[in-house]
């Protein structure tokens, strides 16, 4: 039987590639989204047509009521054993000039939407005995960056959640790791950074791709990475 998998944020750039690398391992593969349902929709089309399992859902992860009610229906069909927590949203701006509402919707999505997402899904994993947890993170938990103290402060938190969790669960051979991308490519990296900017920051000298991501969230996922929990990954061409 194939292993479920949910992936939030499966309809961006990222979730997209993630959401089919775990359907050609083999995974059941849940895309959830919010904004974009029709982008979701597109992933799992192309998963199918590539002879793939995969279904839509669709709820905002900041809001628990909507979360659980989902997650129970989800969960109506069995456990879920892998868990890819990939949405996110970043609403950038000085801190002097940021708004109480761009600080909490950031951490909201990013944040609470881990808990949201993730503690209903804990005890039918635990029953089965075997999990995987990644969450999505960025650089920018690592280093903090200009103009994203939410941001960076939601993804830091991620990190320190998901060591904290990965303690708990470490016993019950559930492991839960973290990605922390650099600069990946993508329309609105095309935007923000030119290619000599690129250059310049990253010792690769290019922009990672989403396959890039998507290959390590593979492995972290695979039973070959069984012993490998807790951790801050980086993808980001030896900017760290």
Not at 55 to 65: G, H, N, Q, S
């Amino acid at each position: 039987m194939k292993r479920r998998a949910l992936v939030t944020g499966g309809s961006g750039t990222i979730g997209a590639v993630i959401c089919q690398r775990l359907a050609a391992d083999g995974c059941a593969v849940v895309v959830h989204a919010n904004r974009h349902p029709e982008s979701a929709q597109q992933v799992v089309e192309n998963i199918t047509a590539d002879g793939g399992a995969a279904r839509m859902t669709t709820f905002d992860v900041a809001d628990p009521d909507a979360t659980r009610k989902a997650i129970e229906s989800l969960l109506d069909e069995g456990p879920i054993q892998v868990l890819v927590h990939n949405a996110g949203v970043h609403d950038d701006a000085p801190m002097a000039g940021m708004t109480i509402e761009q600080w909490k919707e950031v951490l909201d999505v990013s944040l609470n939407g881990f808990f949201h997402v993730t503690q209903p899904l804990l005890l039918p994993m635990l029953g089965t005995r075997w999990g995987r947890i990644v969450s999505i993170s960025s650089l920018a938990g690592v280093m903090g960056n200009r103009g994203q103290t939410n941001y960076a402060a939601a993804k830091s938190g991620l990190h320190g959640a998901s060591k904290s969790l990965a303690i708990e669960l470490a016993s019950r051979g559930i492991t839960v790791n973290v990605v922390a991308p650099g600069v990946i490519e993508s329309p609105a990296t095309r935007h923000s950074f030119s290619p000599e900017q690129v250059a310049s920051i990253v010792p690769m000298k290019r922009a990672g791709t989403p396959e890039d991501v998507a290959s390590l969230v593979s492995f972290l996922v695979s039973e070959q990475a069984g012993y490998i929990t807790g951790q801050v990954i980086g993808v980001n061409g030896g900017m760290a």
